[in-house]
């Protein structure tokens, strides 16, 4: 059973950077894409980044630019670098894995940006 666990959200001023992970654990090997989504109070989550098994990337656009997804594949880990956060980032951010065809999703993690 594939689990992603989060962790890097915080409260924060507008302008500075953050950082979040997903650890990724249990059968985790066949995965196809990675990525972080965000939902804001009211909103549809809607993806923010995604990198596949090959490396390729794809941003929103209201963060091209802004931030940048990586992968740590010995320590099955994608992380989220933000940068020149903004109050419109704000929301709770969802690690998500397709793995084998099956989607599975975190806990997710409380980014607030205050201006």
């Known amino acids: 059973q594939v689990q992603l666990v989060e962790s890097g959200g915080g409260l924060v001023q507008a302008g500075v950077s953050l950082r979040l992970s997903c650890a990724a654990s249990g059968g985790i090997s066949g995965w196809n894409y990675m990525g972080w989504y965000r939902q804001a109070p009211g909103t549809e989550r809607k993806a923010v980044a995604l990198i596949s098994n090959l490396g390729s990337t794809i941003y929103g656009d209201s963060v091209k630019g802004r931030f940048t997804i990586s992968r740590d594949n010995a320590k099955n880990t994608v992380y989220l670098q933000m940068n020149n956060l903004k109050p419109e980032d704000t929301g709770v951010y969802y690690c998500?894995?397709?793995?084998?065809?099956?989607?599975?999703w975190g806990q997710g993690t409380q980014v607030t940006v205050s201006s």
């Open positions: 998500h894995a397709l793995v084998g065809g099956t989607p599975y």
